[in-house]
Every structure is written in C-alpha cells, then in structure tokens.
C-alpha cells in the first residue's frame, strides 16, 4: 500500500509527528511519499539517515496511490484538492491545526487512522466542488474549488454591486463588500462567518452568502447546484478579487464570471464513528450549554 503525505511543515506539524507518522506507517507496512517541501523536516527528523520518495506536483500522483494523507488543518487539507484534482484518490485528514471541520481527527488518533486506511475500514464521503467559467483564463488548469467561490471588493474600494443571475434569470442585486457561492463543505467556513446557514454534506446545493450587505432585507439563500450562478459587477474601482478557495486573481469588471457544479467529485476519508453531526457538536460546542446538564 503506497500513500502520499502533504503537509504545509512550520510551526504546526513538528519532527516528532512525522516520526510518529512513520512509525505508524512501518508498523502497517504502508509506503509513504513525501511532500518534496518537507525535505528540511524528514533530514531533522531521521537525521538524513533514511531516504524518502517525494512528489512535489499534480503530475506526480497517479493510480498507483491508495490515498493521502493531511498534516495540519482545514487550510492543508484545501491544499490537497489541487494535488488530486479529478484522480479519485481519497484524502485523510489529521488536524494538526485548530478548529478542524474538514481534518477532523486529532493526532491522538493517528494510529487508529492508519489501521483503518490499510483495513479499509472507513467511510469515503463524496464532496461536491464548484467550478468557475470566465471570459478569460483564471485559475490556471485549478478553475475549481471544495469550500467556495468569492466576489470581493480591493482593499481600499467603496462596496460593489454584484448583478447575480440563475441560468440567466435575474436574482437580486448585492450591494456589499463581495459574495460568497460556497458548497456545503464550505458552508461551515467563511459562509459561516457571514451568517450563512450551515448546510449538510449531501445536500445537493450551493449557498449564497452576501458579505457586510448595505441591504437589511438581504440574507443568504440556498439554490440547488444544477444551477449556473453568473455575475455582473460593478463600482467605482476597476478591478475586483475573485477567489476559489485561498487562491485569488484579481479581476477586472468586463470580466464574465459564472459557477456551476463540478464534474467530479473529492473523496474525503472519516472514520465510521466520526459523522457530521459529532463534528459539528465538537466544533461548534452545541449542546454543551450548562442548562442542558
């Protein structure tokens, strides 16, 4: 059994955990290949003594790997869908960071995590991506995105009024500082943080999350994703930030931005006790108010 191991290194994930990692992987008799950017940490940690396999592009990864593995938090891990674009290959996630929706397993069930990717005892949930079409060239061959898609104005910009359409019909008009188009995955993270509804992984739809609205009537909405979402933007600076994810281009207003469902699918590893719903109890701290003791 082959896996990839990426991870941003630093401050979070340290030498002592990838030799814990390790350990865990000979103890199963799995293969790891390295991240390339994390050569630094593996010759600290083995002291340059063992020598690793590394991949350091998309083009490294092909069917030969079982799955890949995560060190870090919810940003690694948005990483790693550009590593495995449409090949299918599962990700497991170990947080090494903080809050940790998408990495939702602590490190102290490494072990637990390992065995259960050479038993394939696990659960692989499907998670819908959105795609961004536009008049120009944007994202590279990357035009695709797990959390969400945004619409913000620059730095120092007065708001923007964003024309927002469903398969060409008019929906409403946002005036704000941008917009948010995210999946379900994302709805747990910056939708959320604009008031957004939290959506369940499987539900089939995108949530729009308008950001600092100058509209009191306004509020986010959920439309099904067989929808094309399509944008006109306005205002008095010329250009914009479109993101998908943590990658940003900025966008001049002539531009034509339209979102729709991605054709393929990321496999997200869980463990079979780790559902939705016990993460978001974990993250989020419901049900843990005092009254309800």
């Known amino acids: 059994m082959k896996v990839a191991i990426y991870s941003r290194g630093g401050q979070t994930v340290h030498s002592a955990d990838l030799l814990n990692l390790k350990e865990a992987l000979d103890k199963e008799n ?21 020598h690793f396999d590394t991949f350091g592009h998309a083009k490294d990864l092909d069917d030969s790997f079982d799955a890949m593995i995560s060190l870090g938090g919810d940003g690694t891990l948005l990483d790693t869908v550009c590593l495995v674009k ?4 599962p990700v497991l996630g170990i947080n090494y960071g903080r ?23 696990y659960v692989l949930d499907k998670r819908g991506l959105v795609h961004l079409d536009a008049s120009i060239p944007l994202f590279g061959d990357e035009p695709f995105a797990l959390n969400e898609f945004t619409i913000h104005k620059r730095e120092f910009s007065p708001m923007i009024k964003i024309h927002t359409y469903l398969n060409g019909e008019f929906l409403n008009t946002f005036w704000s500082d941008g917009l948010i188009v995210s999946t379900p995955t994302g709805s ?9 509804p939290v959506v369940f992984p499987e539900s089939e739809s995108f949530v729009i999350t308008p950001i600092a609205p100058h509209n009191l009537n306004i509020r986010p ?6 929808n094309v979402i399509s944008f006109e933007v306005e205002g008095r600076a010329e250009d914009f930030i479109c993101t998908l994810d943590s990658r940003k281009e900025v966008v001049t207003k ?18 079979n006790e780790n559902n939705f719903l016990r993460t978001l109890r974990e993250k989020l701290t419901w049900g843990f108010d005092t009254r309800n003791r």
């Not at 449409?86 to 290959?89: A, E, F, G, L, R």
């Not at 747990?188 to 957004?196: E, P």
């Not at 909405?221 to 067989?226: A, K, L, T, W």
């Open 30 to 50: 799995i293969t790891p290949i390295f991240y390339k950017d994390l050569n630094d940490q593996l010759a600290e940690a083995f002291a340059s003594k063992v």
């Open 86 to 89: 449409d090949k299918k290959i």
């Open 188 to 196: 747990t993270g910056y939708s959320l943080s604009c008031n957004g």
């Open 99 to 121: 809050l940790g929706f998408l990495a939702s397993l602590g490190k102290d069930k490494l072990y637990e995590a390992v065995q259960a990717l050479k038993l394939r005892s």
């Open 221 to 226: 909405i959920v439309v099904p994703n067989n």
């Open 254 to 271: 002539d531009v034509q931005l339209a979102i729709r469902k991605e054709n393929f699918c990321f496999n997200l590893i869980r463990l």
